[in-house]
């Protein structure tokens, strides 16, 4: 009985060890993944590609809601110097501009019920500064909502979507 | 030699079963259902108010890195989610329902939308997807009704297909929720009601 002490005790050390590992990595893999599915179809980096309308044939991601038009741009602040410029356009009804990290975080989101909003995304562990977010990672996916319900609805938040912004900037630090 | 290789099994049985119960754990194995989470339960419908946000325990951070991808944190939307009509039963795309709220849903919008059991939009031209604050006229006191079947009623007003969607679960999506339901959902939200009517021409 004695011989199997120490095989049982790294079994469990080891099952313990991989519980907790699968954990906390599993939200980076599913956005890892998440973000080259949307590479996959087209979603650009620094740059928000105007959506279809969600219908049952034109559907690619689960639970999409048919009601809302989605813009998406994916980011990557890996780059010494780069930050973005969002800005997203003014629409009378429901909007919002929400950020999510490589943990699949929401980190940060913002209503422009009948207002433009703008924004710079900094990258980790920058200094605060006025008007801008700092990411928690260097990479990320920015998502803009508007409520669309129909085909005229969403026609016009494309229409207003062409004054969104997502667009990477080298600031002086990086030029020098 | 041999005391390796039982040391070596030792070591890939530990880490295969630690990987195994973390992923079912988290409802992260494959097949597993989109509707396993959510720890809120009103009148049927399940909600998960951690979805979106930064929560504290592994468990619940990759359940909602799974099934609420690039949801909106609570603050501007909670989503609840059911599968069962009034008497208990799973929803079925050869019944009718019947689908009401007693009073005005506490958010400045809502939708609610059908999903396949794969938690696709149902593989139909019906152009009748979902219902919501913009679609429906409701009564002063916020009362609406609504029809869920497989073909168009003759009013087809307020009016969900059920066509191709096989076993289905229908999402409320509430849209800048009032500050009382997210402090007391239970309390404040009157979810919709899924009355069966009939199942393929017989009483539901």
Same mark, same amino acid.
């Given at each position: ?111 422009? #019920? ?7 995304? =900094? ?54 | ?79 609840? #989610? #059911? ?30 939308? =059908? ?90």
């Amino acid at each position: 009985m004695k011989r199997w002490i120490g095989p049982l005790i790294v079994a469990l050390a080891c099952a313990t060890a991989a519980h907790a590992a699968a954990l906390h990595f599993a939200p980076t893999l599913i956005m890892a993944r998440a973000m080259d599915a949307l590479a996959q179809r087209g979603v650009a980096l620094h740059s928000l590609t105007a959506p279809q309308r969600i219908t049952p044939q034109t559907q690619s991601v689960v639970r999409s809601s048919p009601d809302l038009y989605y813009a998406l741009c994916r980011y990557d602040l890996s780059e010494p110097g780069m930050q973005l410029t969002l800005r997203m356009a003014a629409w009378p009804d429901y909007q919002s501009l929400s950020l999510f990290d490589a943990q699949t975080d929401n980190f940060a989101v913002l209503r422009g #019920t009948g207002k433009a909003v703008a924004v710079r995304l =900094l990258p980790p562990d920058s200094a605060a500064q006025e008007g801008a977010i700092v990411s928690p990672t260097a990479k990320g996916v920015i998502l803009i909502r508007r409520l669309a319900p129909d085909a005229a609805r969403f026609a016009a938040a494309a229409t207003a979507g062409e004054g969104d912004a997502c667009r990477v900037v080298l600031t002086e630090t990086a030029a020098s | 030699m041999r005391r390796v290789a039982v040391y070596l099994f030792a070591v890939v049985v530990g880490c295969a079963l630690g990987v195994g119960s973390a992923l079912a754990m988290a409802g992260l194995l494959p097949g597993a259902s989109t509707m396993a989470f959510g720890d809120l339960n009103v009148e049927g419908w399940h909600s998960d108010f951690a979805i979106g946000s930064k929560a504290a325990d592994p468990y619940t951070r990759a359940r909602v890195a799974r099934h609420g991808l690039l949801a909106l944190a609570k603050s501007e939307a909670v989503y609840f #989610t #059911t599968s069962t009509d009034t008497n208990g039963r799973a929803l079925r795309e050869d019944c009718t329902y019947r689908i009401n709220t007693g009073r005005a849903l506490p958010a400045q919008w809502w939708s609610v939308t =059908l999903y396949t059991a794969d938690s696709l939009l149902p593989l139909n031209n019906d152009k009748a997807l979902s219902i919501n604050a913009t679609s429906v006229e409701p009564e002063p006191s916020g009362r609406w009704e609504g029809l869920i079947s497989p073909t168009p009623p003759a009013n087809a007003e307020n009016w969900i297909s059920s066509r191709n969607a096989g076993n289905f679960n229908l999402t409320l999506r509430l849209y800048v929720p009032s500050e009382s339901l997210l402090m007391a959902p239970g309390d404040t939200l009157a979810p919709p009601a899924v009355h069966p009517v009939n199942c393929r021409g017989k009483p539901g």
